[in-house]
């Protein structure tokens, strides 16, 4: 069974506008949220982190939400630049036995139009 | 560059045999994990190293084993190979466990 869902494989975005990325997950004991970006033949690499105990967190053009009760996280790309144009992977860490490894989601495609 | 570097970064070999996949961490990480990429899947979780020890393990088969060294580099061994594991095989490491993994360019690994 998928823990970490992002449901939409693409998504596409005027250059200046805003990118919203979403992810759902289904476990509750998840605690600490990460989002990756990928170009191709480049390995996966880490945009922003959120705690559970947070429901907001910032860095620059980047902005995560948490809604726990809601078991959803988001990306918010301001203003979106064509350079944004990768693949997005939402993450959780895993908990107990599996504390300490990260659990992707399958991502998704953003292409930013100039 | 993520400092963790992976090699080979391509192989390419035949049903049937076995591979090992090499991955140096960061300097002073001391957690490894190793992920698989199939065609339009997301980042599989294989299995995960802290300081030589194993401390999880994934979906990963029972043809594939790995270890973590003294020197803290880690080996993947693929064997018996066959088609459906061509793939793209990524390291990544951290400081400790759970915090944000820095991954390398990753082994695409073609099995004919």
């Known amino acids: 069974d998928q823990q970490v869902k992002q449901n939409s494989p693409s998504l596409s975005v005027q250059e200046g506008r805003i990118s919203i990325l979403n992810c759902d997950y289904t476990n509750s004991m998840f605690d600490y949220f990460l989002w990756y970006k990928k170009y191709p033949a480049e390995g996966p690499t880490f945009l922003i982190s959120?705690?559970?105990?947070?429901d907001k967190n910032e860095d620059g053009r980047f902005t995560v939400f948490l809604n726990k009760s809601a078991k959803h996280l988001s990306l918010h790309i301001v203003p979106s630049q064509p350079g944004d144009s990768a693949v997005y992977f939402c993450a959780a860490r895993g908990y107990g036995g599996s504390q300490g490894n990260l659990i992707f989601g399958k991502g998704t495609k953003l292409s930013v139009k100039p | 560059d993520s400092g963790v570097t992976q090699t080979p970064k391509h192989l390419i070999t035949a049903t049937g045999q076995r591979v090992t996949l090499r991955c140096s961490p960061r300097?002073?990480?001391?957690?490894v994990y190793w992920y698989q990429q199939s065609l339009d899947q997301g980042l599989q979780f294989l299995i995960h190293y802290y300081n030589g020890e194993e401390r999880a393990k994934g979906n990963i088969l029972e043809r594939f084993s790995a270890q973590q060294f003294p020197d803290l580099h880690s080996e993947l061994n693929l064997s018996s190979l066959e088609l459906g594991d061509s793939a793209l095989y990524f390291c990544a490491s951290s400081v400790v466990a759970g915090s944000e993994a820095f991954f390398g360019q990753g082994t695409r690994l073609t099995v004919v």
């Open positions: 300097s002073g990480d001391l957690s």
């Open positions: 959120i705690s559970s105990i947070k």
